[in-house]
Structures are given as C-alpha cells and as structure tokens.
C-alpha cells in the first residue's frame, strides 16, 4: 500500500505542477482586479485588494460603458458567427456524408485543404475585398469571414457519418419527406451532440482571433473586448490609471468563457479532431 | 427498382446544400488567395508630387516585390526570432503535453481529472487576454516570483529584455497551447486497446517501459498531427507580441514575419510588398509542413520494407 502510494506521489505532483501553472494567471487576475493602481504595483501579488467595485464601476463608466458595448459585440462576433457556421458546416458535412453525386471527392478535398491555408494570406485582401464593397469598420466585416470553417465542415462530416442512421433517412424518404425537411428532422436531431462540439470550438477560434477584427475596424464601438482592451492597455503607456480597468476587464471577459467551458466540459469531444470517429 | 429510384434525392439537392459552402470557400478562400498573388505581382508608381488621381499608376512589376522581400534584412530578422521562439516553444509544448498525457494515463496518480480541466482551461482564454495577464506579471513588482525577489532583497528578473523576451512570448503560448495538445494526445490513447498494456504488465514491464515501448509508438499520428498544427500556429504568430508590446521596448513593430507584413500593410501602406511577403510566408508554411510530412512518411515506410 505505501509502495504503490510512493509510486503515486511523483505523477500526482506533476499534474498538480501543471495545474498549478495553469491556474497560476487566473488566480492572479482575481485578485488583481480587486486592486487600486497603487496596489498593483506595490502590494504582494496574490493579496487581495480593496477596489473591486470601484475598478467595476470605473471599467463601466469607462468612454460611457463602452467597455459593455465590446463584451456583447464579441457574443456577437463569436456567437452569431459560430452558430452560422455551424448551420453550414452542419449542412455541408451531412450532404458530403451521406449523399453520392459527381464530385463529391473533389469538393471535400478542396474544403479541406482550407484547413492549410494560413490565415495570412486571407487576411489582407480579405481587407481590401470588403473595403471594395464599403463593409470594412461594420459588424459584417468580422462576421462574414468567420462563417466558413474547413475544419467544422470536417468534424461534422465525420459525425454525419457516424451518427445519423442510412434506415432513418430511408424511412423518412418513403414517407415523402423532402430532403431539406430530412435534413432538419433527422439528421440534425441525431447530430445534435456533434454540432454542438462544432459550435463550441468555432466560438473559440473567432472569439480567439485577434488579426481580423484588428484590421477590419476602425470605431471602437465596433470593437471586440479582445481589440477594445488591447487598445485600453496601449494608452496606459500614458495613461497608467487604465492598467488596473485593463486587468478588470480582461478578468470580466474570461469569466463567461470559463463558465461555459467547465459546464459544457464533455461537449469538448476532441476524439473527434483526430478521427477518432470512424465514419 | 422504379420504388428505389423515387426513394433518391434529385441529383440538385447536394450541390443546394454545399451552395452556402462553396459560395463561402470562393469569396473568402480562393478570391483572397488569388488577389493577395495578383497584388504580390504589382506595383505602385507614385508621379510628381503624388497629388491627384492620376499620380499614383499601379503597374505590373513581374517578381521585384518577391526579389525585395528576400533581399529585406528585416523580414530575415523576423523570421530569424520566429524560428528562435517555435525552437523554445514547440518541443516544450508537445514535450510537456505527451508528459501529462500520459501521466493522465497512468491509473495510479491522483487527481486526474481536476488537473485534466486545469491544464486544458487555457484554450477557452484568447491570446491577447493570456499575453496581457502574462505581460503584467512579468513587470517587476506585479508578477509572484518578482515580489517575492524584491522582496527578499533581489533585483527583480528583467523578463522583457531583449533575450529573455523570446522566454516570455513563448511562454504565454506554452501556457495557452499545452492544454489542448495534451487533450489531442490524451484522447488518442484513450483509443489504445488495452488488451496491449495489460500483456506487457503480465510479462513483466514497468509503466516507464509500457509509456516507451507501446504508448509513445502508438501515439506517433497524433503528434506528427498536433507538431504540423504547432507549426502553422508557430509561423503566423502575432496576437502574443503585438499585445506585449505596450509594456516593453523589447518588442519593435516588426518583431514576427506577420507583425512586419501588417506593418507594410497598413502602417506604410505598401500592399504589394505586404501581399508578397504573405505569399512567401505561407508557401513556407506549406512547404515545412509538407515536407514534414513526407519526411515522417518515408521514414515510416522505410521502417516497413
């Protein structure tokens, strides 16, 4: 028993290390963020402070609320955004799945491809096509982009595969269903779990993605939290007050996106992301 | 036979459905591509004093942009400090991901599953969130292990000067990264059979031998998978710099390929060089990542023969 104890202790202090790590910089904005300015910078790093509600009150008074302005321009970026995408990679997977017709190869291979090509060679004419049309510094500048995702057309595929039964769609066919009613009543009700990975790893990646927004906008009532405090954190360069706004902020932002990701844990099915699935 | 033919979707439906797809893919894929290739291939003469519309004549420049992009010692720069930071940060990454992979698959340690979310929480934070919470804890006097040198009478550590930055940039991806790669690999063991542990433990092996000889073999695709996805991320890096930089002057506007290709781009609004030095960077990528892949592929096929 002390033996396999012994045996336990080594990999349990390096997980706990690992986690500790992890943790490390969240612990660190909690506390942070109840600080005043002077504190940050003099008072022991993981010490509470006294400011927590002024900093809340600044950060909102902050440019007349703009602060709040940017979280629900990102649930909007990253929450509209990853629900169409979704819609067309759900779409998209489940025709690549389950239906034969001429060129189906060819067009998945294309898609997928997509995967490789790095978003620096999109970002910049992407700027200048949508300057063309006048849609830069508007909310469809980040939004358009975003919809299309290889990869969710290639999870999605993979799960059509796997979890919507040939018998269902057979069935639904000899009732005279037509194919979009199909599509909605059986295939997506049976992808349901599957979508909701694609949906999950799409709001991160957009919510993460920091170049498009970044070239696409001009206001900053336009922007994301992700550009709004970045903005916020070049001025405290002048400005050294915005540096205690800057880590409230930064802390108000994750907290939503913790929550979602320790309460939507087994959603996060990455077995998927390496095929894992077989289709 | 005529039941079965009903039963079939018109041969219109699935190009219908991929429609929104396809659509998408060729304004937002192939256009760009296309257009970035166009522009990397032209120039702008700027006549008299550049005032008026006909000042500025765009003109085709055949490869001059390219010969100037290969021939800017600053790109080399940049290219030359993203290599140093993927050299720090990719072994530690995909070195640390498999260490807790399999530590998680060890069924003897504690707390798996509390250190499982722990370390994978990282992923759901942005980089310009990590970077700013990182950028703050490494100002002396802010950061934990800084107080406390202070503290004990040290000189804080400076860790955004011009060597120990690398350190820093690569540390706050290795801290975003390891989660998710350690997640990649843990889900591919997972997938192991484990009728093949279990005859090496009867005949004797130890964890060490069984982690050596089957897992970390088994595991072979997975990493060559989360190595050329590193890669890729590794070469386009911008998010963690750019956000470190209000807080040091360690960081110049071009310290990365992309951070220079945004700067020609908007700051010096010379596009077409900024559209060729984007066109070198991602055949780069292309081209490692590929050229990776067929390494591993022969060698592995070298192995079977």
């Known amino acids: 028993m002390t033996a396999a104890r012994r045996a336990a202790f080594l990999p349990t202090v390096a997980l706990l290390a690992g986690a500790l790590y992890c ?65 067309v990679s759900g779409i998209s997977g489940y025709t690549l799945a389950k239906y034969r017709f001429p060129g189906r190869g060819v067009v998945f291979n294309v898609l997928l491809a997509g995967v490789l090509v790095p978003a620096v060679v999109l970002a910049i004419p992407q700027y200048l096509l949508l300057a063309g049309l006048h849609l830069t510094d508007t909310y469809w500048s980040v939004l358009l982009p975003s919809i299309l995702s290889p990869y969710g057309i290639y999870l999605a595929r993979i799960y059509a595969a796997a979890a919507v039964p040939d018998s269902l769609v057979e069935a639904a066919r000899t009732d005279g269903a037509g194919d979009l009613r ?54 405290g360069n002048t400005t050294p007050v915005l540096y205690t706004l800057v880590v409230t902020g930064a802390l108000l932002s994750i907290a939503p996106l913790v929550l979602l990701f320790l309460t939507l844990q087994r959603y996060w099915r990455v077995d998927l992301l390496s095929g894992a699935v077989k289709g | ?49 550049g005032l008026g519309a006909a000042a500025r004549i765009e003109y085709w420049a055949g490869f001059a942009n390219y010969r100037q992009v290969f021939a800017d010692g600053e790109f080399w720069h940049s290219a030359l400090r993203v290599l140093i930071y993927g050299c720090l940060l990719v072994p530690a990454m995909l070195g640390l991901a498999l260490l807790f992979a399999l530590l998680l698959d060890l069924p003897r340690a504690r707390a798996r599953r509390f250190s499982r979310v722990a370390i994978f ?37 400076d860790l955004l000067g011009p060597t120990s930055i690398y350190f820093s940039v690569a540390n706050i991806a290795l801290w975003g990264g390891t989660g998710f790669n350690m997640v990649v690999l843990f889900t591919a063991l997972r997938a192991v059979p484990s009728e093949l542990y279990e005859a090496a433990r009867i005949d004797g092996a130890t964890e060490w031998q069984i982690a050596w000889r089957i897992k970390i073999p088994m595991l072979t695709p997975a990493l060559i998978m989360t190595f050329v996805f590193s890669l890729i991320a590794t070469l386009q890096v911008f998010s963690e710099p750019t956000t470190l930089r209000p807080l040091t002057n360690s960081l110049p506007s071009n310290w990365t390929p992309l951070m220079k290709i945004y700067q020609d781009a908007f700051a010096r609004d010379d596009i077409h060089m900024a559209a060729a030095a984007s066109v070198v960077l991602a055949a780069a990528t292309l081209v490692l990542s590929f050229g990776f892949l067929r390494l591993v592929q022969r060698r592995a096929f070298g192995a079977e023969s």
Request: glycine content about 6%; charged content about 10%.
């Open chain 1, 23 to 87: 943790l490390l910089p969240i612990v660190w904005v909690v506390t942070a963020a109840t600080k005043t300015n002077g504190e940050l910078f003099r008072t022991f790093t993981l010490a509470p402070g006294t400011a927590l509600f002024d900093n809340l009150a600044d950060l909102s008074q902050y440019q007349s609320g703009i602060y709040w302005q940017w979280i629900l321009n990102t649930a909007l970026y990253a929450g509209a955004g990853a629900l169409l995408s979704t819609a």
């Open chain 1, 182 to 235: 199909i599509f909605r009543s059986v295939a997506v009700p049976s992808m349901l779990p599957g979508l909701v990975t694609v949906f999950l790893f799409q709001f991160v990646a957009i919510w993460n993605n920091f170049l498009l927004p970044y070239i696409m906008l001009t206001s900053d009532d336009k922007f994301p939290v992700t550009v709004g405090l970045y903005t916020m954190l070049k001025q």
């Open chain 2, 1 to 49: 036979m005529r039941q079965r033919s009903r039963r079939t979707a018109p041969i219109s439906v699935p190009y219908a459905f991929l429609c929104p797809a396809i659509v998408l893919f060729a304004l937002f894929m192939v256009v760009p591509i296309g257009y970035t290739v166009y522009l990397s291939l032209r120039r702008v003469k700027v006549n008299g004093l």
């Open chain 2, 121 to 157: 929480m990282p992923y759901a934070v942005p980089a310009v969130i990590a970077s700013l919470m990182w950028g703050f804890m490494y100002l002396p006097s802010v950061g934990p292990g800084q107080y406390l040198l202070t503290a004990a009478g040290h000189r804080p550590i």
